[in-house]
């Protein structure tokens, strides 16, 4: 059971450039999120979805998007990225019945 | 804006000892609040999860606690372990989609 697994686990990136964060999960919740964890300011949340087709912004959307194809996967995308978008990226899933988050290991990204 | 505050950032305890780590939030008004274990640059691991409706939950040597109208939680460790050494969050939830995390305790156990 693999649970919640992002891809990559490590990227640097060059300001302007582009890339996509893949998340999957195999426990079939409808609940997903993207988070960012920066030293001294705790996780917050970038984008979340509630099922599949369909995304909403959290508390620090602004430069990122995302999409919601399958229920399964949840994507995280930086079109231009920034220094400031370096940062550790974590993805969660949300047990409907209980409310518990599983999280995956994290994507280090880093942005020069 | 619910905040989540956890105090001491860090702690250091010799094995054996019990120990209280602590959470508190502003806003009463929980959906729940979840205890996570965080490895060096590994992701976060559930270790309880108490409903709004519960005053505490308990997995084998860890016990949480809720006191909801005060605005706090507290995870007891008992006899710790150098094992047991990483970051502990908390995280409440007040809504379907609104969970705010505090920023950590660094536990280490030292042998």
């Known amino acids: 059971n693999a649970g919640v697994t992002q891809t990559p686990k490590f990227r640097v990136l060059k300001t302007g450039q582009s890339m996509t964060l893949l998340c999957a999960q195999d426990?079939?919740?409808?609940?997903m999120y993207w988070y960012r964890q920066d030293p001294g300011m705790g996780l917050r949340l970038i984008h979340y979805?509630?099922?599949?087709?369909?995304?909403a912004k959290g508390e620090v959307p602004d430069g990122y998007n995302v999409s919601r194809l399958k229920k399964q996967n949840f994507l995280l995308g930086l079109e231009s990225a920034a220094p400031s978008q370096t940062s550790v990226y974590f993805c969660?899933?949300?047990?409907?019945?209980?409310?518990?988050?599983?999280f995956g290991e994290g994507s280090r990204l880093t942005v020069l | 804006k619910q905040e989540v505050t956890q105090i001491p950032a860090a702690l250091s305890v010799p094995e054996g000892e019990n120990l209280v780590l602590n959470c508190s939030f502003t806003?009463?008004?929980?959906?729940?609040l979840q205890w996570f274990r965080q490895d060096p640059g590994k992701g976060l691991t559930s270790l309880l999860l108490?409903?709004?409706?519960?005053r505490e939950q308990t997995s084998g040597r860890l016990n949480a606690s809720l006191d909801k109208s005060s605005g706090r939680s507290t995870l007891y460790i008992a006899a710790s372990q150098p094992g047991d050494s990483a970051t502990y969050l908390c995280?409440?939830?007040?809504?379907?989609?609104?969970?705010?995390f505090g920023t950590g305790t660094r536990l280490t156990v030292i042998p």
């Open positions: 969660a899933s949300r047990d409907p019945n209980t409310g518990e988050l599983f």
């Open positions: 426990m079939n919740h409808e609940y």
């Open positions: 979805s509630v099922g599949e087709g369909t995304t």
């Open positions: 806003d009463s008004a929980i959906y729940n």
């Open positions: 108490i409903q709004s409706s519960q």
């Open positions: 995280a409440v939830m007040t809504g379907a989609n609104n969970l705010f």
